[in-house]
T-cell receptor, first 113, second 113 residues
Framework: NAGVTQTPKFRVLKTGQSMTLLCAQD?????MYWYRQDPGMGLRLIHY???????AKGEVPDGYNVSRLKKQNFLLGLESAAPSQTSVYFC????????????FGSGTRLTVV | QQQVKQSPQSLIVQKGGISIINCAYE??????FPWYQQFPGKGPALLIA?????SEKKEGRFTISFNKSAKQFSLHIMDSQPGDSATYFC????????????FGQGTELSVKP
């Protein structure tokens, strides 16, 4: 099993450009999440989904949009990239079976210049 | 009230020593407390987790100690090895919130041979 796959792995954007980060999981998990990781700030939740067709805002949602049209995919969009969105983005999925163990992807390193 | 505070930010331990990382939380509604381990260039991976109904959980060289009254929990790594060198994150979540995890700021552990 591949687990959680994120594409692309690296990307450089110019300020104002748009892009979509793709997350795909093959574990039939209900819950999916997008986090950003910045030095000294841990992982902060951007948006999450508790099932196909649902999305909700996390801690730092401004400047991002998400969609979960299929259970296995969770897309994160940046409509107009800003330098403050330079970060490493992680997607994760989980399924409640007594705990909430997340499976993370390997991350997307995004630089906005 | 949603924050999880983690310390220290970095830690250097000699091989064979004990590594201790601490976390504190405010929200008493949190009911799941995992620790994640992250190697450079990889996504975080679940290491060990605890529920508030127990005060300690041990898995191999890794132990979580939980103090409900003080709203604190800690990770102890016994007989620390160079292969344990990684960044460690504590986290907390609440069942009604869709399992979304609130992460601490992270601790960069370096185990010297």
């Amino acid at each position: 099993n591949a687990g959680v796959t994120q594409t692309p792995k690296f990307r450089v954007l110019k300020t104002g450009q748009s892009m979509t980060l793709l997350c795909a999981q093959d574990m039939n998990h209900e819950y999916m999440y997008w986090y950003r990781q910045d030095p000294g700030m841990g992982l902060r939740l951007i948006h999450y989904s508790v099932g196909e067709g649902t999305t909700a805002k996390g801690e730092v949602p401004d400047g991002y949009n998400v969609s979960r049209l299929k259970k296995q995919n969770f897309l994160l969009g940046l409509e107009s990239a800003a330098p403050s969105q330079t970060s490493v983005y992680f997607c994760a999925s989980s399924d409640y079976r007594g705990d909430y163990g997340y499976t993370f992807g390997s991350g997307t390193r995004l630089t906005v210049v | 009230q949603q924050q999880v505070k983690q310390s220290p930010q970095s830690l250097i331990v000699q091989k064979g020593g004990i590594s201790i990382i601490n976390c504190a939380y405010e929200n008493t509604a949190f009911d799941y407390f995992p620790w994640y381990q992250q190697f450079p260039g990889k996504g975080p991976a679940l290491l060990i987790a605890i529920r508030p109904d127990v005060s300690e959980k041990k898995e191999g060289r890794f132990t979580i100690s939980f103090n409900k009254s003080a709203k604190q929990f800690s990770l102890h790594i016994m007989d620390s090895q160079p292969g344990d060198s990684a960044t460690y994150f504590c986290a907390a979540s609440m069942v009604p919130q869709g399992g979304k995890l609130i992460f601490g700021q992270g601790t960069e552990l370096s185990v010297k041979p």
